[in-house]
């Protein structure tokens, strides 16, 4: 197998690994390894923006109470303290590397969202702030002398050896396998895992590798069970789904049946502007009752063009004229909320593995995210992980072993209707609503698809096993609490209040 030494070793290149890379730039040689083209991941596809508590009205203590409230007695108190007092700084670094984001006058331009209790969300092209981000990130690494950036290259496993992570074994553009190693240490930043559900607003790359990854090498996972359905994707069946940003909903739009009830008053007293779990299971009921579900986004006239160029195009794409139409929506899978558990500094259970972004669990959703802090989060880490691993020695590479893995298999076919039943079977019985019948349900049905799946199958397998954590952490969690909802434990339990699920 061909193997290459450098210092560090960043997987994945959405806001985490770019910001990690550029982070880590001067200190050593990066080499980050990406599945896919380099845009291909969730971070480009970000709509409505990054928090940050720059605003007149606002404080770094008022966002810090936002994303408790939210986070429903789980969050950890220090990360969030970590995140929304680096928020600032975090705006300017990327506003130094490049990044437009909206102004008013002198000012950047702050929009609303859900569970915040003030403007505070930037963003970029009013409905592109990802792929404004991301761009300008690229760019940067790309002109850096002592990042290389590999596209088409899917990590397989990490390299364990004598109890740390050496490198990782990754299969090159034509399948090859090729053994990176890394004399600080690997920093994995794969992103979430979306693609488990049938219904799902994430890039086709989410295919949870990094969870799966870290949990054959005997890494703690923690809080696997909270995952977030956004209410608003666009009701037409794609993969993804494309979303319409919760920022329309900030900027006035509101939720009506085809009854032409605004029904989110019945729900919750933020109407339209609850807490996101709210707002998917209202709509989740009124499609139970036979409802289809709609935003009324008629009100912002020809403004909604404006703020949401994007959103509005994609929409018009489909017949549907947000300034004249309704617009049909679902919810769809959108984001976990667990994951590799780490520390302040992206370390996990496991020496000389770090992680950031969507893959790792820092603790500072708790069981809900509020809206715009996963971008944030994903670059505040970044900058910590870059921090603590340069000041790491150099550790020994000498007398690695032969390491090996499967041959890719090549039956595209098999793999497809392996991935869909996997999907499938996540929508129905791990889904919006829970039960302790459905997931068990759901855990048998995995085992009859685990029985059908090959060794060189790696993004099914992976799946498959990022599937089967979050089913069996949901069906432990006997409550009701953010993203995890139980209909046979409707409650939140005060026994469960910090209480985490790690395995
Ligand atoms: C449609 C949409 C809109 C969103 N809007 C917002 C928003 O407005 N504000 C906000 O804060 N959050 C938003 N989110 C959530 C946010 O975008 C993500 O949580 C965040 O971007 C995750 O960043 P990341 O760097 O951790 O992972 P990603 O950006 O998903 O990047 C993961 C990277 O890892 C690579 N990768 C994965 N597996 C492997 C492997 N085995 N080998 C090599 N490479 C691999 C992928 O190719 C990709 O490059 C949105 C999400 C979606 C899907």
Known sequence: MTRFVTDYVVVGSGIAGLTTALSLGESGRVIVLT????????????????AAAIGKDDSPELHRQDTLRTGVELCNPQSVAVMVEMAPQTIQLLSGWGTPFDQEGTHFALGREGSHSVSRILHVRGDSTGAGITASLLKQVQAHDQIELMTHTMVADLIVHEGACRGVIALDYDHEPIAY??????????????QVYRYTTNDLVTTGDGFAMAYRAGVKLM??????????ALAIEQNPMFLVSEAVRGEGAYLVNDRGEAFMERYHSWKDLAPRDVVSRAI???MQAGR?????????????????PKICRHARNHGIDPETNLIPVT??????????????????SLPRLFACGEVACTGVHGANRLASNSLLEGAVFAQRVAKKLSSL?????????????SALCNDKQSQEKLKQSIRQIMWDYAGIVRTAEGLSKGLSLLENVAEQVEDGMFETKNMLMTAQ???????????????????????????????????
């Open 35 to 50: 599945k896919s083209r380099e845009q291909e991941s969730n971070s480009y596809r970000a709509q409505g923006g990054i």
């Open 181 to 194: 190693f890394a004399r600080k240490g690997v920093v994995l930043a794969t992103g979430g895992c979306g």
């Open 223 to 232: 809080d696997m069970e909270f995952v977030q359905f956004h209410p608003t």
């Open 284 to 286: 989740y009921t009124e």
């Open 292 to 308: 289809s579900v709609f935003l009324d986004a008629r009100a912002l006239g020809d403004r909604f063009e404006k703020r949401f």
């Open 331 to 348: 919810p769809a899978a959108h984001f976990i909320m667990g994951g590799i558990q780490t520390d302040l500094h992206g370390q996990t």
């Open 393 to 405: 020695a150099d550790q020994s590479l000498a007398e690695m072993p032969d390491f090996s893995i």
């Open 469 to 503: 954590i979050i089913m069996k952490a949901a069906l432990m969690r006997e409550e009701s609490r953010g993203g995890h909802y139980r209909r046979d434990f409707p409650e939140t339990r005060l026994e469960w209040s910090n209480k985490h699920l790690v395995i």
